[in-house]
């Protein structure tokens, strides 16, 4: 089974609840062509994804910015996965150049993560889940930054949307 089309929208470490809402709002709003070819997910910080979540149209779903590697415990301004799925997040970004670059954190993660999937989950799992890295050359979708908290983002959709069909 091929995977759909992926657009992101990564709100990255921006906006106030009233900003938050606007957005929204605004995604709420706008006319999207199909999501039947392209999936849309929006990452705003962890401090929003409740509202985000609570608020959004359901064919936009909600990721989060970063997950702890390990399951829990005395990890100060850590959040695991088991927390992300508690809040019916199912997505997360992981391995961004950012992380990369100004945490050193480490960059092989696209490079084992499908690996660790097929071994530990399933090769179905594995095929189905989405790695987008730049210049790989099997890219499923991108990412986009400061322009996914702007009403142009829809456009961006839309764009995505006419490519994949």
Not at 135 to 164: C, H, M, R, W, Y
Request: aromatic share 8%.
């Amino acid at each position: 089974m091929g995977r759909k089309f992926f657009v992101g929208g990564n709100w990255k470490c921006n906006g106030t609840v009233e900003q938050v809402e606007s957005i929204v709002n605004t995604l709420n709003a706008g006319q999207i062509a199909s999501t039947d070819v392209v999936e849309v997910v929006v990452s705003p910080p962890y401090v929003f994804l409740p509202t985000v979540k609570g608020k959004l149209r359901p064919e936009i779903q909600v990721a989060a910015q970063n997950c702890w590697v390990k399951k829990g415990g005395a990890f100060t301004g850590e959040v695991s996965a088991e927390m992300l799925v508690n809040l019916g997040v199912p997505w997360v970004i992981l391995g961004h150049s950012e992380r990369r670059s100004l945490m050193g954190e480490s960059s092989e993660v696209h490079a084992n993560l499908r690996d660790w999937l097929k071994t530990n989950v399933s090769p179905e799992v594995a095929e189905s889940t989405r790695i987008i890295y730049g210049g790989q050359p099997d890219v499923d979708g991108f990412l986009v930054g400061g322009a996914s908290l702007k009403p142009e983002f829809i456009d961006i959709i839309n764009a995505a949307t006419v490519k994949s069909a």
